[in-house]
């Protein structure tokens, strides 16, 4: 373990206070919201919606500042380099199509994730937990799109970044094929079941002959994490990891839906699906510890992991909302405020931001309902669980920030603030 590798990135600008004023109340239930404008025809609903928010231009803040108090910190420069050499070169061994690959290169340095997530790790490790990044849709954008009606245009040149789920991305082989989808679903859970068997002599790290890249993958990345895991986070991470799956498979479904979803419902499974759990749940093979169960399914543990997890997605849906709009996604938060409750897309990204507000309020009180105990050992654990869990929330955004997976350095200003067009 190299604590010494990490430091305060010095890449982010100065947070100044939160200024935001909500403008409007806070729900606690979405489904208050109305629904009246459901009812039309599916088609004529998303045409009424893209028609009412092309050419609104939207001015966001720095998000970052919403969590002003969470961990910031992000491996030395030095290291991040050397991680990305040895990545570039694990790159060309990849069973993926080489113009996949250079997209993913391109539009999002996984290294950065990684670091800022499990900023106190040894190179080692991140080098193995940003081939796991390259592999799944972990915090960010699940992009499971699929072929949109004739009247919407996808921007081809937007990049796909996830390996697993390009292959269910548009153009990807597996758009709108949803017995192809549950293939390969049930091929990734036969990888995840062999790979964190609980014996581990009776653990196979070795692929199906003709198994996707995607699956190959999964396979060396599990094989080089299984062993330095304890049995009870082993079993925890296969576990989350197949609701992770489970989740695509949903999403594609749910994505295969005419009507658009209500925001309620697509917040929900944004959270189910978004993979937080299992990247929580690497910290303790990033640090090398294993937390007993009954810490780890105390209510304010849980509390912050699904606060955490809904900060993940509201801060995506706010800085994704410009690309998924001109890709022609409309299954984004601030869109579907939008359509249900006949409000401006300004005010709807407003009272995203109020979640955002409310939410990180939420796990700041969990932590003080923290099962501490007499074991100082156990506790330094507990705090780093926490800490993954807040760094993978504020690590979103400052990954979104420092990559150009979602819109172009020229947009922000100097303290972050974004503008952005809506347009197709």
């Not at 570039?88 to 993913?104: H, T």
């Not at 799944?136 to 799109?145: E, M």
């Not at 758009?175 to 036969?190: K, S, Y």
């Not at 309902?369 to 400052?398: F, K």
Request: aromatic share 8%; charged share 25%.
């Amino acid at each position: 373990m190299a604590t010494d590798t990490a430091t305060t990135t010095s890449l982010l600008p100065p947070l100044s206070p939160i200024t935001f004023e909500p403008k409007f109340p806070y729900s606690d239930n979405l489904s208050t919201l109305s629904v009246s404008g459901l009812a039309a025809k599916p088609q004529d609903e998303r045409q009424r919606l893209v028609q009412r928010c092309t050419g609104e231009t939207i001015h966001v803040e720095n998000l970052m500042s919403l969590m002003p108090s969470w961990f910031k910190k992000i491996h030395d420069q030095s290291v991040l380099n050397e991680v990305n050499t040895i990545i570039d070169e694990w790159l060309k061994k990849v069973n993926v199509p080489e113009a996949k690959k250079s997209k993913q290169r391109q539009k999002g340095d996984y290294v950065i994730i990684s670091s800022v997530f499990y900023a106190d790790c040894s190179k080692e490790k991140l080098i193995t937990l940003t081939k796991y990044n390259y592999w799944v849709s972990s915090l960010f954008s699940l992009s499971l799109r699929l072929q949109l009606p004739c009247w919407q245009t996808i921007d081809t040149n937007i990049s796909q970044i996830f390996m697993f789920d390009d292959e269910i991305d548009p153009g990807g082989d597996l758009t709108g094929d949803e017995a192809g989808t549950r293939r390969i679903c049930d091929q990734t859970l036969r990888c995840i079941d062999e790979c964190l068997h609980p014996d581990l002599l009776q653990a196979n790290f070795t692929a199906p002959a003709g198994s996707p890249g995607t699956v190959e993958m999964l396979y060396e990345i599990l094989a080089t994490m299984r062993p330095e895991m304890g049995p009870t986070t082993t079993e925890r991470m296969r576990r989350q990891l197949h609701e992770y799956v489970e989740g695509v498979a949903r999403q594609q479904a749910v994505r295969q839906d005419e009507r658009l979803p209500h925001p309620q419902y697509h917040l929900a499974i944004r959270c189910d699906d978004i993979g937080v759990r299992p990247s929580v749940t690497q910290i303790e093979y990033a640090m090398d510890f294993e937390l007993p169960d009954h810490i780890v399914e105390h209510e304010a543990v849980e509390c912050i992991v699904l606060s955490c997890a809904k900060l993940s997605v509201l801060v995506n849906e706010i800085l994704s909302l410009e690309k998924e709009f001109r890709a022609g996604q409309l299954e984004n938060l601030c869109l579907l405020l939008v359509n249900a409750e006949d409000i401006s897309i300004h005010a709807a990204i407003d009272k995203v931001k109020s979640l955002i507000q409310k939410h990180h309020r939420s796990c700041e009180e969990a932590v003080t309902r923290l099962p501490w105990t007499d074991d100082e050992v156990v506790n330094e654990h507990i705090r780093q669980y926490v800490q993954c869990c807040q760094r993978i929330a504020s690590g979103t955004a400052q990954w979104s920030y420092l990559c150009t997976r979602y819109f172009k350095r020229g947009q922000l200003s100097d303290k972050w603030h974004l503008v952005a067009t809506l347009g197709q």
